[in-house]
């Protein structure tokens, strides 16, 4: 082995998500540019290229032990430093008695990189730039690949060409793991967008900070399992940061349930909607409200040639009855199946509801008339929306594509715009509050591609919401919970099983509420 640097001196060994101890809120995900002054001031207590040796050590080390059987090494180097760190893990696996090849773009400009290179040459490996990408024929299931194309430093409006996407073709057609360094090659770390396409890991070893990219939109598709090496330098204090959301981060949020409660003490959930055609979507809502706990359940019909509730455990009513008294106390959640006749009742509904969670066309009656979002910005307390990106774009007057390529700044823009708390649905669900609190939910899949299942997420929420916790807490446990439950749904059966929402609501009875 070369004289690099000394016996890498990083910490600890990377920490596998989501089996971490974070902070009570979360763990802090990173954007982009606070990546760069993290980096850059830990560079500035380190000797030179201290923290590249880290960053390919960590690599090294995960992948022996992910890929413990592998007997070859195929590394993909773009010419940045994240192709460095891929270096700098070749020339350690190659100690360690593996057989190593090196594909590399270009040669390196980096002084980083280009210490790697001389490192990784000097150890006896053969990198010779550019030529095209021929993987080891002999490359295997248990072997293990590398991808050390791009990370932090991707020009996200340019699709990868020339050798970096002939790469990306070698990569698409392997057997082996792949391992991806700080970030899947294409994928934009700040919005888990791809520039054009982005590389799909088995495992990514996620560098300095966690990145929302990882998270949200094309990120879960893409990263695989999720790990993180800090290389030892101390994050930077970032109050704002999105957090991420996960069983750590809700556990022991769940409502107290006291020997004595009853049924009045466990607070009265208000399910408005049920037009004609539509009342599936608010029994839906009420079932789930009642598996959350909820003391008393109404379902309130605004058509009454709408089926009523099948469930027994469920009140049927009229909207007349909720007013007054009823109103102020009530946990309403408004919109499921609502259809047009939803509007009439919302300003009713804004005004005097103390706990309202709009969905569905409850959102859309709030995007079609501006004194619906003034008297919303105006109540003095808490709202929660739940829009889905195609209601996202209605509430922001833009295209679902627009929301789609930055989940984190629409969801953020819906809770400045409406001044309530905003849940924007789909893989990687985004949360944000109006006095700047954000989130990205880890859990769910594509189980929870069906119809209804966002009818049961509102009808949850608004059930635990119900029972005495905060807007925030309600919210953040109830969507994640949502998701752990299709998780747990999925674990038991694999994936591709598709899971429907009455079977939905008996995976959140069935989740230990820890
Ligand atoms: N910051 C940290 O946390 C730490 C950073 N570290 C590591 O450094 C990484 C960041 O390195 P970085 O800044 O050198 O950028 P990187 O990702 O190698 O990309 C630049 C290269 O990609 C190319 N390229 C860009 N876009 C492209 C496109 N669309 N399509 C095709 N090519 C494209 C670009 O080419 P060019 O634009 O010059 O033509 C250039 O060659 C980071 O992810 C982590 O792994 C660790 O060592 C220590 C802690
Ligand atoms: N691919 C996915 N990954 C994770 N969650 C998903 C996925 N697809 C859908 N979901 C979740 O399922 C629910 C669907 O809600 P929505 O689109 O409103 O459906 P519906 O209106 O039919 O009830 C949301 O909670 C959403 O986050
Ligand atoms: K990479």
């Known amino acids: 082995m070369s004289s690099g640097p000394a016996a890498p001196d990083w910490p600890a060994a990377p920490q596998a998500l989501p089996r971490h101890q974070g902070p009570a809120e979360g763990l802090p995900l990173h954007d982009s540019a606070t990546l760069r002054r993290w980096e850059a001031e830990a560079a500035r207590g380190l000797p030179p290229h201290a923290l590249m040796a880290r960053a390919g050590a960590a690599v090294a080390r995960l992948g022996r032990a992910l890929a413990p059987h592998a007997r070859q090494v195929w590394v993909l180097a773009g010419a940045g430093n994240n192709g460095g760190d891929g270096l700098v893990a070749a020339r350690l696996l190659q100690a360690a008695g593996l057989r190593v090849r090196v594909w590399l773009a270009a040669e390196p400009a980096s002084g980083d990189a280009r210490w790697a290179l001389a490192q990784a040459r000097a150890a006896g ?137 009853h049924k009045g003490s466990q607070g009265d959930l208000w399910a408005v909607g049920g037009a004609a055609g539509l009342s599936g979507a608010i ?143 789909g893989s990687g669900s985004v949360l944000a509050a109006p006095d700047g609190r954000c989130a990205i939910n880890a859990s769910g899949n594509a189980a929870l591609a069906s119809g209804g299942t966002g009818d049961v997420l509102a009808g949850w929420i608004g059930g635990l919401w119900a029972q005495g916790l905060d807007a925030w807490d309600a919210l953040r446990l109830g969507v994640w919970s949502h998701g752990a439950a299709a998780d747990a749904w999925q674990a038991d059966r694999g994936p591709g099983q598709p899971l429907d929402a009455l079977r939905l609501i008996e995976a959140l009875q069935d989740l230990p509420r820890r």
């Not at 730039?129 to 194309?149: E, F, K, M």
């Not at 809700?250 to 020997?259: L, M, T």
């Not at 058509?303 to 909207?319: E, G, Y």
């Not at 309403?332 to 300003?347: F, R, S, Y």
């Open 125 to 261: 490996l053969a990198v010779l730039p550019g030529g095209p990408p021929q993987p080891p024929a002999d490359l295997g299931p248990d072997d293990l690949v590398i991808d050390a194309l791009l990370g932090l430093g991707l020009s996200a409006d340019r699709a990868p060409a020339g050798p970096v996407a002939a790469a990306m073709d070698a990569l698409d057609r392997l057997p082996a793991g792949i391992l991806a360094v700080d970030l899947p090659s294409g994928l934009i770390a700040d919005t888990g967008g791809c520039a054009g396409r982005a590389v799909r890991a088995r495992w990514t070893l996620s560098l300095l900070g966690l990145k929302p990219g990882l998270w949200t939109a094309a990120g879960r598709d893409h990263a695989g399992a999720i790990w993180h090496e800090d290389l030892g330098a101390p994050a930077p204090a970032e109050a704002t940061t999105p957090r991420l959301l996960d069983a750590p981060a809700c556990a022991g949020r769940w409502p107290q349930r006291p020997h004595a409660a």
């Open 283 to 425: 029994e839906l809502a009420a079932r789930a409200g009642l598996a959350a706990g909820a003391g008393r359940i109404h379902a309130v019909r605004l058509d009454p040639a709408a089926a009523p509730p099948s469930h027994p455990a469920l009140m049927s009513r009229t909207p007349q009855a909720l007013q007054g008294e009823a109103l102020a106390r009530a946990t309403v959640v408004a919109g499921c199946g609502g259809g047009a006749a939803i509007g009439a009742w919302l300003p009713a509904l804004i005004h005097g509801a103390p706990r309202l969670l709009l969905d569905a066309d409850a959102l859309n009656a709030l995007a079609a008339d501006p004194a619906l979002a003034q008297a919303l910005r105006l109540r003095r307390t808490s709202a929660v929306l739940t829009p889905h990106p195609l209601e996202a774009a209605r509430l922001l007057g833009c295209t679902t594509e627009a929301v789609q390529a930055d989940r984190l700044a629409a969801v953020r823009q819906l809770a400045q715009r409406y001044g309530a708390m905003v849940v924007l649905k």
